[in-house]
Antibody, heavy 123, light 110 residues
Framework: EVQLVESGGGLVQPGRSLGLSCTTS????????INWFRQAPGKGLEWVGF??????????EYAASVKGRFTISRDDSKSFAHLQMNSLKTEDTAVYYC??????????????WGQGTLVTVSS | QTVVTQEPSLTVSPGGTVTLTCASS?????????PNWFQQKPGQAPRTLIY???NKHSWTPARFSGSLLGGKAALTLSGVQPEDEAEYYC???????????FGGGTKLTV
């Protein structure tokens, strides 16, 4: 069974850092890109960024709202991805989700989602 | 800055048919926008229904279908069930630095 589990959320002060993990099981992690999304309380979804699989260079892309502050990495040996969030702002308060992202016919898609972890940025 | 627009809310009777749409501020939505559709119920994570305009995942009920309609991406529900009441989000690939942009969501009431 494919599973993704986010962890590491919590309360953090503005300007501080927090790291989230996306721990996976049930599939060959290295064969997939991983995307991160977020959803502020009572609001819509927002794409945060993604990391390609190693055969595509393992490179990353980010939304403009987080570029330069957030970093996504991966450890294929442990089947998990990491979202490092620095210089946090109150507007980063959200539930953060990771998704498995296969590539089919050259197109990246999003199939399985984790249950999310809540990050609250507040003084 | 690309803005993706969805109907804020729609109401449909059980057994009826409803079409949700997804428009882009930069012009017509095409297959190159790789439209995705997601369903989210209160307190739950989103669930992916449709990818790349019209492709379904193995868990997507047959009553859901995706298409391009009048320059927009569209999600049609035929034979709506009470359990289809949810928020529906579209996601478009906008390319370049923007990458992926969500619509604001459509709250579907059955």
């Amino acid at each position: 069974e494919v599973q993704l589990v986010e962890s590491g959320g919590g309360l953090v002060q503005p300007g501080r850092s927090l790291g989230l993990s996306c721990t996976t099981s049930g599939f060959t992690f290295g064969d997939y890109a991983i995307n991160w999304f977020r959803q502020a309380p009572g609001k819509g979804l927002e794409w945060v960024g993604f990391i390609r699989k190693k055969t595509y260079g393992g490179t990353t892309e980010y939304a403009a709202s987080v570029k330069g502050r957030f970093t996504i990495s991966r450890d294929d040996s442990k089947s998990f991805a990491h979202l490092q969030m620095n210089s946090l702002k109150t507007e980063d308060t959200a539930v953060y989700y990771c998704t498995r992202s296969p590539r089919i016919a050259g197109i990246m898609l999003f199939d399985y989602w984790g249950q999310g972890t809540l990050v609250t940025v507040s003084s | 800055q690309t803005v993706v627009t969805q109907e804020p809310s729609l109401t449909v009777s059980p057994g009826g048919t409803v079409t949700l749409t997804c428009a882009s501020s930069t012009g017509a939505v095409t297959s190159s926008s790789y439209p995705n559709w997601f369903q989210q119920k209160p307190g739950q994570a989103p669930r992916t229904l449709i990818y790349s305009t019209s492709n379904k995942h193995s868990w997507t009920p047959a009553r859901f279908s995706g298409s391009l309609l009048g320059g927009k991406a569209a999600l049609t529900l035929s034979g709506v069930q009470p359990e289809d009441e949810a928020e529906y989000y579209c996601l478009l690939y906008c390319g370049g630095a923007l990458n992926w942009v969500f619509g604001g969501g459509t709250k579907l009431t059955v």
